[in-house]
């Protein structure tokens, strides 16, 4: 929790309404981003991007599993997120917890979109094997390391940085099981497919300060909010889950304006994961 003075939260929203934030950026500008990819040598994908002073890192592991019976069309897709107690001293106990379970739901609604499947981000159908026999499970953990505000926002960057590395093994299926035999596989060490990422949004949190919104907040601009929407946008401008935060309602056309906001941001903040993604893939080839 931080603890701010009425001089030091008048200034923070203050500057906020003049479009000048405490440490000189612009309502819609995110700090420096960078991303590292390749990081867990043991995973199938994993990477480490940092926003400012926010540090997290994800991984993907891929394993044969079964489709779910409701779904047989569709691989299955876990994420758990770990607060680390070091990253920040609130995370100790219960408030760790807490946080994880948050986080990892909302990145759930984002990335997964309804029950259903309907608006997911992830191609669960690209994981399927067999349909109805064999599919790959993906488990993708997340791991705060640092906290400087903006979490939600910098584990969807580091999960779409993980996949855009993670390689899916090739499988050749033994052919003549009948319709009831679970069919055999052939799993390759050597020839791995690259998982298609073209789909995957970008997650921009808005979170609204008076009566403005801003993006990539700090824990201080965080203490000031009324209450935070967080936007998954894929390459096309589609939105592909919405999650809120925060005790004050929202007014639906408050909503609609952050989303035609979010998609403006979403499109510049793309730009530069793919671009970081793309140098750091090079630097891992070379």
Known sequence: MVGLSLGEQHFIQGGIAQDLRCDGRKRLTYRPINVETGVIPQANGSARVRIGATEVIASVKAELGKPGMGQP???????????????????????????????????????????????????????VVVEGKICWDLYID????????????????????????????????????????????????????????????????????????????????????????SISINRKGHVCGITKRGGAGLDPSVVLDMVSVAKHVSEQLMNKLDSEIASAEAEDES
């Open 73 to 127: 069309d569709k691989g299955k897709v876990f994420i758990y997120i770990d607060c680390s107690s070091t990253a920040e001293p609130a995370f100790e106990g219960r408030g760790g917890e807490e946080l994880s379970a948050e986080l990892s739901t909302a990145l759930h609604r984002c990335l997964l979109g309804a029950k259903s499947g309907a608006g997911a981000g992830i191609d669960r159908t690209s994981l």
């Open 142 to 229: 997340g791991l705060v390391v640092s906290s400087d505000g903006n979490l939600l926002d910098a584990l969807g960057a580091a999960i779409k940085a993980a996949l855009s590395n993670t390689g899916i093994p090739s499988v050749k299926v033994t052919p003549g099981a009948s319709n009831d035999e679970q069919p055999e596989v052939d799993v390759s060490d050597e020839e791995f497919l690259q998982f298609d990422t073209s789909g995957v949004p970008a997650i921009v949190t808005l979170t609204k300060v008076g009566r403005h919104y801003i993006v990539d907040a700090t824990p201080e601009e965080e203490s000031q909010m009324s209450s935070a929407v």
